[in-house]
């Protein structure tokens, strides 16, 4: 089975939009750079727990689902560290 790949200017705009979008889920205020950054960092993340369950996603839709799974994972992760760094 062949693998589809996207290039990184690709990544940039789609990890943008996917980190936008989990900027506006999760009721953040992030900044564009930081929605880039975990909307592609959140791609990889989710990609690689949906292969640990093995479910593949491929394609732009996929990188973009995927990276919105994931960058809403690592806000919550941001929240719980600095919610808890706060409290103490």
């Given at each position: ?21 989990a ?6 205020q ?59």
């Amino acid at each position: 089975m062949e693998e589809h790949q996207i290039g990184w200017i690709a990544a940039i705009i789609i990890g943008g939009i996917a980190g936008w979008l989990a900027e506006q889920f999760m009721k953040s205020q992030m900044g564009l750079v930081m929605n880039i950054v975990l909307g592609i960092i959140g791609a990889a993340v989710a990609s690689w727990l949906l292969g640990f369950l093995g479910i593949s996603l491929g394609g732009w839709i996929g990188y973009l689902i995927a990276g919105f799974i994931g960058a809403c994972i690592l806000i919550a992760i941001a929240r719980a560290f600095s919610g808890g760094l706060q409290r103490t």
